[in-house]
């Protein structure tokens, strides 16, 4: 058996950061003098992030397209990273566990690779992870089996040596076919996927204090610094 590797998703995993990202939409049009009303709310829960910008586009033409549209977002959101968001609690003691056990972290986020840096930076988490993936600069999304062997084959690793935590049932029912262990974070702003999370995941855990009790990584590759 090779070194284990845990490869972390971000937002809603590590991070609470779903309020931002939910708010993300309407912010940026109210900087543009644009209040949503009722329906545009609704809208922009029901289309999801990645088709907001284009109905924006149509709905506002003069704001320019959908793509001027995701750079004000990125652009509101790199600062919620760099300022607003918080890093879920006893996470940094999770990692600094992994640590000691000689555990490989890598993150592999949906978002923009910049807010991984923004966050882990301001937390000071960087020593605890070898390597950040972003599925925006793979040019691969994360419902793709493909991603798993970009991340596989960069962190030269087996499937079966490597542990996916993620708050998404469709993340991990990806991740589990490709071969790896499962863990479900049930995040607090997805109430309704936490049932998914069970049926699929190999574990599941509300909160990183459970990990720390009883740690998913039950024999230790080593003890370290």
């Known amino acids: 058996m ?7 998703d971000m937002d809603g995993t590590l991070v609470d950061s779903m309020y931002y990202w939910d708010r993300a939409p309407a912010c940026v049009l109210a900087a543009r003098g644009i209040i949503p009303d009722d329906e545009m709310e609704e809208a922009f829960h029901q ?5 907001i910008p284009a109905y924006v586009a149509e709905r506002f033409p003069a704001l320019g397209p959908p793509e001027d549209f995701i750079a004000r977002m990125d ?29 490989r972290c890598a993150i592999l986020t949906a978002s923009d690779i910049r807010f991984a840096e923004a966050m882990l930076r301001r937390f000071q988490l960087e020593p605890y992870f070898e390597a950040v993936f ?12 493909a991603v798993y062997d970009l991340v596989l084959a960069s962190l030269a690793c087996a499937a079966e040596n490597c542990t996916l935590f993620d ?14 262990r499962t863990v479900g974070i049930l995040d ?14 190999d574990r599941t855990a509300s909160r990183y204090s459970e990990l720390l009790a009883n740690d998913v990584f039950s024999v230790c590759a080593g003890t370290g610094p």
């Not at 090779?2 to 972390?8: E, K, L, N, W, Y």
């Not at 972003?134 to 793709?144: P, W």
């Open 134 to 145: 972003s599925g925006r600069q793979l040019g691969v999304k994360k419902s793709d089996p």
């Open 47 to 51: 289309l999801g992030y990645e088709h």
């Open 167 to 180: 708050d998404s049932p469709y993340a991990v029912q990806v991740a589990a076919e490709a071969g790896l």
């Open 75 to 103: 652009r509101w959101m790199l600062r919620r990273y760099q300022r607003d968001v918080l890093v879920k609690p006893n996470v940094p003691e999770y990692l600094s566990l992994l640590r000691k056990k000689r555990v």
């Open 188 to 201: 607090r702003w997805f109430p309704h996927k936490h049932e998914a999370l069970r049926q699929v995941c």
């Open 2 to 8: 090779g070194t284990p590797v845990a490869i972390f």
